[in-house]
């Protein structure tokens, strides 16, 4: 059973709607971050191919 | 089970979690660390370049987490930091070791991965300076703590340099030994005027054990090696004129205001002027010599 069942946590509907915000803001700002990683790393295995030949 | 407080407090704000990596004293390692590298001889791809600053940033951001996990308790007796995210309730004490630890290996394996293993090991050499060594060990056993603590904040210039040469020379041994040296000044100043907040904490900082009289008379000395050290580059040669004239007008202000700071009696917090006013120019005296280092290396090579 999922820990933020509201049967367990007696989360109010206000806090339960501000903890999905919350999960939501994070998901969106950990996405752009391996976006981010992801991108980095394509120029860095560029850049090391490119010295290594 | 599980209270919906404790969930909420589970899941931080991305906005707390950033301010965890303490953002303002991670301004002052970026810049520092990037004058090591821009001042280090040799070239350095700017894409590796930029992943070795991010690399260090990081691993100050993993730094200042872990630092915070630690002295969560300190942090909400003193009035300075009790807005934190932990003394302020808005962060579990769990979710800020586990994010200091993952961006910490993260840090590493970065810089690793993308620059080279010497910078990395010497990366995860200066977590476990700032993490274990300062925080959990001397901070809270030993007036010295800053004096020592000091060599954390020291240690990226250099490691800005190994990114480019993978090795360390005298030139940024130097860098070090200026910020090592330009510390204890910098943070007694401030304690000088915030002596109640680490008194109420418990926090050994100098003005607390030795009084603040002897706290003075160390700022001014450190003040003067500190001037030593500086134009040291210059002075064997291993920095051009635009470095030396900024080092040696730098310095001579830098003592002459810890001679001032050294010679008042005020006990009074908000009377203390002299001792903002060191602590202020002290935050402009780095920023100005390490650019004097970057300007020196691009206008005269």
Redesign the interface.
Known sequence: MSEIDSSKTAMSPEEQKAYQARQKQRAVILAGLLMFMVVLFYFITIVKIGTAS | ????SQ??LG?A??KDLFALTKPRVMSLVIFTALCGLLAAPGTI?P??GF?AI?AISLGAGASAALNQWYEADIDAIMKRTSERPLPAGRMDRETALHFGIGLSVFSVLLMG??VNWFSAIFLAFSIFFYAVVYTIWLKRSTPQNIVIGGAAGAFPPAIGWAAVTGDVTLMPILLFAIIFFWTPPHFWALALFMNSDYSKAGVPMMPVVAGRKSTRHQIFGYSLVLAAVAVAPFALGLAGTIYGAAAIVLSAVFCLLSWQVSRSQTTAPDDMAMEKRLFKFSIFYLFALFGAVVADRMILS
């Open positions: 089970m599980t209270t919906a969930t909420m899941l704000s991305a791809h894409i590796i992943t991010l991965v993308a």
